[in-house]
């Protein structure tokens, strides 16, 4: 079956570096997208990796292993506003999106 | 920016009415999309459309059904709304090409009493 598994919910301080994993196992690769939603909004992109590496954007960045199937969003120098769901999305070989639950991160000052 | 809009925010409906949700874009995308979102799972795929008229059954269509009568516009009915229907709905577009990203609407919560 298709499986994408992220960590529920994470707590982190205001400044700090905070890391969210994504695992996954999908019917094909096409690619993998993180989103952010903040409470009672909609889902906005926050990047996307089909190729393994690091991709830097601002204080974001995204991970991907292939070979693992993993990713990471690793937000660094954390503000109040980072506060939000963070979603994982692998689109399979039909092109097609398959979510993760999404992990609720808190940011305390 | 592309933008996304959905028709209401916030729906009551009672159990065997006839729904329907309206989505439009304003930025001409060949795609378009409606999940449905609960607490504690992922977005799930119910319908998609690669282009106008044409249709797809995603993940969960039971109970659903659409229209894509014209290119911004994509519709999402429920013949007999039930309760376990209650949920956020989302609609999103995209460019034709599968790397672009799919831009969200604000969301339409329902419940169906």
């Known amino acids: 079956g298709q499986n994408i598994d992220q960590p529920t919910e994470m707590t982190a301080t205001e400044g700090a570096i905070v890391q969210i994993n994504c695992t996954y196992q999908?019917?094909?690769?096409?690619?993998l997208f993180w989103y952010q939603q903040h409470a009672g909004e909609a889902p906005t992109f926050l990047s996307y990796n089909v190729l393994d590496g690091l991709e830097e954007k601002g204080r974001f960045s995204s991970f991907l292993s292939r070979s693992k199937g993993y990713s990471y969003l690793l937000l660094k120098e954390l503000q109040m506003k980072d506060s939000a769901s963070y979603l994982c999305a692998v689109q399979d070989s039909n092109y097609q999106l398959i979510w993760g639950a999404g992990t609720k991160l808190i940011i305390k000052p | 920016d592309v933008k996304v809009t959905q028709s209401s925010r916030y729906l009551v409906k009672r159990t065997g009415e006839k729904v329907f949700l309206e989505c439009v874009q304003d930025m001409d995308h060949e795609n378009m999309f409606w999940y449905r979102q609960d607490p504690g799972l992922g977005l799930r795929l119910i319908y998609f459309?690669?282009?106008?008229?044409?249709?797809e059954k995603g993940d969960i269509p039971e109970g659903y059904s659409v229209s894509r009568e014209k290119k911004e516009r994509f519709s999402l009915i429920l013949e007999s709304a039930s309760t376990n229907q209650t949920s956020m709905y989302l609609c999103?577009?995209?460019?034709?090409?599968?790397?672009?990203?799919?831009?969200f609407g604000p969301g339409t919560r329902l419940t169906v009493l």
């Open positions: 999103a577009s995209r460019r034709g090409e599968s790397y672009n990203e799919q831009f």
């Open positions: 999908t019917s094909g690769f096409n690619g």
């Open positions: 459309s690669y282009d106008v008229k044409m249709k």
